[in-house]
């Protein structure tokens, strides 16, 4: 494995009872990690424009007798694209996405429209292409311009998490 959901989460300092958003869920990782830590009272959007995706997120997530998780076919690049209210959200995960996302800024944009004031959005992505194990070069978002991208979107840097050698990974406030 590459990078470790329940501890990149932990990181997050996600508190019980916590409304969290994971935009581009993918196969769950960090959905389900964040369940755990927002416990029964939490809530977790999963948020995937693959449909499939969500299928087998809902029966992991089944499976491992979680259920405080709503998962949502939704394009997190569009404004809205989430299906979520405005200020839904105390935090904001995009985890290994950024590299995919055609529009940067419109995701980073959606994350701040989601949260409530001074909310936190988790970002994790890859540093590097490391020989094809990660995205070919050209797709690598280097963690400057990842925060560059966040902050013209309203969010300050707030701090550094080590998500890995592969990766990088900050914390970010909505201002």
């Not at 959007?45 to 997120?57: D, I, N, P, T, Y």
Request: aromatic share 6%; net charge positive; hydrophobic share 45%.
């Amino acid at each position: 494995m590459f990078s470790e959901p329940a501890k990149i989460i932990s990181q997050l300092d996600l508190q019980s009872g916590s409304r969290v958003a994971e935009l581009g869920a993918g196969s769950g990782a960090y959905t389900l990690a964040a369940a755990r830590a927002v416990g029964e009272h939490g809530k977790v959007f999963a948020v995937e424009v693959q449909k499939e995706l969500l299928g087998r997120l809902e029966r992991e997530a089944r499976a491992q007798r979680t259920f405080n998780i709503e998962t949502l076919w939704g394009d997190a690049e569009q404004a809205g694209g989430t299906h979520l209210a405005d200020s839904a959200c105390d935090a904001v995960i995009i985890a290994n996405v950024l590299f995919q996302a055609s529009d940067k800024g419109a995701l980073a944009r959606e994350a701040a429209r989601l949260l409530k004031g001074r909310g936190r959005v988790l970002v994790v992505d890859w540093a590097g292409s490391y020989g094809g194990a990660g995205p070919a070069p050209s797709a690598v978002v280097s963690k400057q311009k990842a925060q560059e991208i966040f902050q013209s979107a309203g969010f300050a840097f707030e701090r550094a998490v080590d998500a890995g050698a592969q990766h990088y990974g900050m914390i970010l406030r909505k201002k």
